[in-house]
């Protein structure tokens, strides 16, 4: 999706910084236009603002994890926050980022990668860094890159469930005694060694990253080598309805006492992969009623849509009726708009209960991989993209 004016509205923009007073706002938008399709309203100040207050907070590098939300008007407000290094999984991710911030730093951080991909990234992007969890992966990166000796290899670790909501655990990461192997060997043909771990997505307790990092000192203190770079990866949480995480200024504190307590000698450079903290409050998306059915709303985006992770995951997201009621609040579920009884969100959105069809609805805090996600099952991929100056709804 890209940004795009409505209809002689005001146009969107590419620097947040310097506009922002002059964006519309989602109800003038909606009044003036009434939209039948999927509004996606981008909120590029709230990003801003986000991305410099992880950027002040955090002691190392600040890396923006892509995939969480790759639009171009995203990654300029991350950018214009202060970030200046990219977390990419792919090289079509790096290519965008390249083509947008030509002195940024990426780092190529998907543990299994195509040989091209390798090959592309590190002779025509200048890619440098490389996160591997296996032998396999490791010679493969040699392999692609010529034995370059300018490389820096980062070993992700496997970590066992830490209690995020979504726990990462069994895809990625090499077992102890695997990721000691692959230090050392690592350590043999790397201008920089670093180790990698992730505690899961939108981790609520500080004391995860405790843990990972104990598990993290073992590893480094067995293979006995020197390390340049420890990467704390993402899963910093942010607040969705009935879902209030710690201050960030907590999982910094955890972070900074854990890495004193590993006792490493030297101090590793530090780095985290934030998604979901920057850019979760900077997104929305006003939806149309199309029919309801006692409880349950029908409207024109779902789980095939921009709210995927309101199905199966169940996340609840705040949700306001965009015309004056004095109806009070109810909770309603929601049905998308395809032929899938898959496509259903059981909320609750609290809304008044007067709420029909025609409506309109917007739902918040949809900034992380929910518009990134989006399908174009059944046609109704439609959706439009504004950027606009309202604050986050949380």
């Known amino acids: 999706m890209s940004v795009f004016s409505l209809r002689g509205a005001t146009p969107a923009v590419r620097s947040p910084l310097e506009v922002v007073p002059a964006l519309p706002c989602v109800d003038d938008l909606v009044a003036s236009f009434r939209p039948t399709d999927p509004l996606v309203c981008l909120r590029p100040a709230t990003i801003v603002d986000a991305a410099e207050k992880f950027v002040a907070a955090f002691p190392g590098d600040t890396l923006y994890a892509v995939k969480t939300n790759p639009?171009?008007?995203?990654?300029?407000?991350?950018?214009?926050?202060?970030?200046?290094?990219f977390d990419c999984?792919?090289?079509?991710?790096?290519?965008?980022?390249?083509?947008?911030?030509?002195?940024a730093g990426i780092y190529f951080m998907h543990p299994v990668k195509s040989r091209p991909a390798i090959a592309q990234a590190y002779t025509l992007h200048d890619v440098r860094t490389f996160v591997l969890d296996?032998?396999?992966?490791?010679?493969?990166i040699r392999a692609e890159t010529g034995h370059a000796g300018d490389l820096d290899l980062i070993v992700r670790i496997a970590?066992?469930?830490?209690?995020a909501f979504s726990d990462l655990s069994a895809k990625f990461g090499a077992p102890?005694?695997?990721a000691v192997a692959l230090l050392r060997a690592a350590s043999t043909h790397a201008l920089r060694v670093g180790v990698s771990f992730h505690v899961g997505s939108q981790c609520m307790d500080p004391l995860a990253w405790r843990r990972a990092l104990i598990l993290t000192g073992r590893v480094i203190a067995e293979a006995g080598v020197p390390i340049d770079i420890i990467d704390v990866g993402g899963g910093f949480?942010?607040?969705?309805?009935?879902?209030?995480?710690?201050?960030?200024?907590?999982f910094i504190a955890e972070i900074e006492s854990s890495l004193d307590a590993l006792n490493l000698g030297s101090t590793p450079h530090l780095w985290a992969e934030p998604g979901r903290a920057l850019v979760a409050a900077g997104t929305s998306v006003v939806v149309q009623v199309q029919g309801r059915r006692g409880d349950a709303l029908y409207i024109n985006d779902g789980i095939f849509g921009s709210l995927s992770d309101a199905g199966a995951p169940g996340f609840r997201y705040p949700a306001r009726l965009l015309r004056p009621s004095d109806a009070a609040e109810h909770g309603f579920a929601c049905w998308g708009p395809t032929c899938d009884s898959n496509d259903f969100m059981r909320g609750p959105f609290m809304l008044p209960h007067d709420v029909s069809e025609g409506d309109w609805v917007e739902?918040?805090?949809?900034?992380?991989?929910?518009?990134?996600?989006?399908?174009?099952?059944?046609?109704?991929?439609?959706?439009?993209?504004?950027?606009?100056?309202?604050?986050?709804?949380?």
């Not at 805090?365 to 709804?393: C, E, I, K, S």
Request: aromatic residues 6%; proline residues 9%; charged residues 20%.
């Open 176 to 178: 102890h005694a695997e």
């Open 134 to 140: 296996s032998m396999v992966e490791l010679e493969k």
């Open 89 to 103: 999984a792919s090289i079509a991710e790096i290519e965008l980022i390249r083509g947008m911030f030509p002195d």
């Open 159 to 163: 970590m066992p469930p830490l209690g």
């Open 363 to 394: 739902i918040g805090q949809l900034g992380a991989y929910a518009t990134a996600v989006r399908t174009r099952f059944n046609g109704f991929d439609r959706a439009q993209t504004v950027a606009v100056r309202d604050r986050a709804m949380l």
């Open 71 to 85: 639009d171009p008007t995203v990654l300029r407000a991350v950018w214009d926050g202060g970030v200046r290094h």
């Open 237 to 250: 949480p942010v607040a969705y309805a009935g879902m209030e995480p710690p201050p960030l200024g907590a």
